[in-house]
């Protein structure tokens, strides 16, 4: 793929995320993308050859971005044996996802029962390179003794990053002061999450 395509099918994702986020599933149309894009419909057909295949195609873009990213900085600062300072950065990046495509999350979720199968496809594609860094740590950890060996796994790591969610639904649905700040609420996620997960040694 030359420069100019590649910025042209970047432009296209990133005015189908737009659009997507405001007009919903079956209001955003390819017509509108391509005008946010200043693009022609043609051009847009000739990247995507239907708006699903574009909401797909806006899947794996932030997946592929968001994994890149996070290993970029993996590589620059490993991850260390305190659960809380690795923890803590794993919740900030992935809080960071949250808000930065807040409006096509909460778009998805208000839209999931009256389009379950483009949810389904598209939803659980934008954390999984996280969730599955996430899962390969906590099952490092745990056979090194650090981590509770009976700790169910998946359900753990889904109540972590459910915490999480909340937090960013809570923000941008309803947000009122509730007495503290957006980084101390993180914060508070990954104490409670350490605390549940980590060997206990003054155990019996």
Not at 82 to 92: E, K, Q, S, V
Request: hydrophobic letters at 45%; charged letters at 25%; aromatic letters at 8%.
């Amino acid at each position: 793929m030359n420069q100019r395509t590649a910025q042209t099918r970047d432009r296209l994702l990133k005015a189908a995320v737009e659009v997507f986020s405001s007009a919903g599933i079956a209001g955003a149309t390819t017509r509108e993308i391509a005008r946010v894009a200043a693009v022609n419909e043609v051009t847009l057909f000739r990247h995507f050859q239907s708006k699903e295949q574009l909401l797909s195609a806006v899947a794996e873009h932030i997946t592929t971005a968001q994994a890149t990213v996070f290993a970029d900085q993996a590589d620059q600062s490993e991850w260390t044996e305190d659960l809380t300072i690795a923890l803590g950065r794993y919740a900030r990046f992935h809080d960071e996802i949250l808000e930065e495509y807040s409006a096509l999350i909460r778009m998805f979720i208000g839209e999931a029962d009256r389009h379950p199968n483009e949810a389904l496809q598209v939803l659980p594609q934008y954390f999984m390179p996280l969730r599955v860094k996430l899962i390969d740590y906590l099952q490092g950890c745990i056979t090194q003794g650090r981590v509770r060996a009976d700790l169910d796994l998946l359900l753990a790591v889904d109540q972590f990053t459910g915490m999480l969610l909340a937090g960013m639904l809570r923000r941008c649905v309803i947000p009122v002061d509730r007495g503290y700040g957006h980084d101390r609420y993180v914060e508070s996620c990954v104490d409670l999450f350490v605390q549940h997960i980590q060997v206990r040694h003054d155990r019996a």
